[in-house]
């Protein structure tokens, strides 16, 4: 893509005229700028703090913290999501504005880890609750691990089609439309909206 | 002080229901002591001046298939010396034992753990609920007949 190779050049101080598509320009923002949820789960944690520490420094991915789930673009599972948890997960997932991401972390977010067997108290795997963008695997993973996870997120995500997801979402209305058609009926005195 | 020569002083001092002292290889030797007794025996421990046991490391259960045991680890930060004691519970169907809590503060959560994982009741508990387990869970995951669920509110429990 040369209108990213461009920008993303910080020797290329030439300047001009850049020809690109709209949606090359959001998305190159987008992938550049992932605030993330501040939650830890478990061990993976631990090594997520050090993750955040100068000496590995997420931040130069774009990557801020964020307190709360409205303003964050993609949540860490970084840990062992117990049952209990679990509830707990998909609310703050459902609290999260679109669009959003999810990274699960280790071997217990992608699996259940260690207690896949035994853990009468663990989820096998946090797909199980939410869908999950990237996997990364280690127990705990390397930093370095993440970061390939972290890179991976930013291509998946400078990859999205913004304004064909739209269309895919009408067509997706329409064949449950043809699949229950009395259901999707609106009610009298609503419009439905084309996209 | 040893636990052989502390096991003998509560021997004299409290009689049957301090039942038996237990020497077994690469474990602490513990003294048996009855159910009744073991608020009782809690207390001296703590307060005499020769025993002065103010720290309880841990308190914990044990699922011997035919009975429950509760597990009481002290230690005297004072004197420098630690003692195991074991309750043993044979009724399997309604176990409970009598709360140290009001003896070691540190107790409350311990007995509460105790509770959520194997089910004993500790009576004259201020506030036993399950500490770990969501409070709407079914059975006691660390008895040794206890079966894990296939689901839990509607999500998929085994792999």
Redesign the interface.
């Known amino acids: 893509m040369g209108l990213l190779d461009k920008l993303d050049n910080p020797y290329n101080t030439d300047g001009g005229i850049v020809l690109g598509t709209l949606e090359d320009l959001l998305n190159w923002g987008r992938s550049k700028s992932d605030w993330y949820l501040q939650f830890g789960l478990a061990c993976c944690a631990i090594e997520f703090m050090a993750l955040n520490a100068s000496h590995f420094d997420l931040m130069r991915f774009g990557c801020i913290p964020r307190t709360s789930p409205r303003q964050a673009d993609f949540i860490i599972i970084s840990g062992t999501v117990t ?2 948890m ?2 707990r997960i998909t609310r703050l997932y459902e609290q999260m504005a679109e669009p959003k991401y999810v990274l699960a972390m280790g071997s217990c977010a992608n ?2 880890g260690p207690y ?2 035994h853990g ?2 663990v ?2 795997g946090v797909d ?2 939410i869908p999950v963008d990237v996997y990364v695997p280690g127990c705990p993973p390397r930093p370095e691990a993440f970061f390939e996870g972290m890179v991976k997120l930013q291509e998946k995500i400078s990859k999205q089609k913004i304004f064909e997801k739209r269309a895919r979402l009408a067509e997706e209305d329409a064949v449950l439309k043809s699949d229950n058609p009395n259901e999707s009926e609106l009610p009298a005195g609503w419009e439905e909206v084309k996209h | 002080m040893t636990a052989n020569k502390i096991y003998e002083k509560l021997k004299a001092e409290l009689g049957e229901g301090i039942q038996e002292f237990v020497e077994m290889p690469l474990s602490d030797p513990f003294i048996v002591v009855s159910r009744d007794t073991i608020l009782e025996a809690c207390l001296v421990l703590r307060d005499e001046p020769e025993f002065l046991f103010d720290y309880m490391v841990n308190l914990s259960g044990v699922d011997q298939k035919d009975s429950f045991a509760v597990v009481y680890h002290l230690y005297s930060i004072k004197l420098n010396h630690r003692v195991v004691m074991k309750v043993i519970l044979t009724d399997r169907e309604s176990p409970s034992v009598p709360s140290v809590e009001r003896v070691w503060k540190t107790a409350n959560w311990h007995e509460r753990e105790t509770f959520d994982m194997f089910g004993i009741t500790f009576d004259g508990h201020p506030n036993l609920i399950r500490i ?3 409070y709407d869970w079914v059975g006691h ?1 660390l008895r040794k007949d ?1 079966k ?2 296939d689901f ?2 509607g ?5």
């Open positions: 049952l209990k679990a509830e699996s259940g896949w067997e009468y108290h989820l096998k199980r609750i | 770990l387990t969501p995951p206890y894990t669920p839990y509110k999500l998929k429990v085994p792999y």
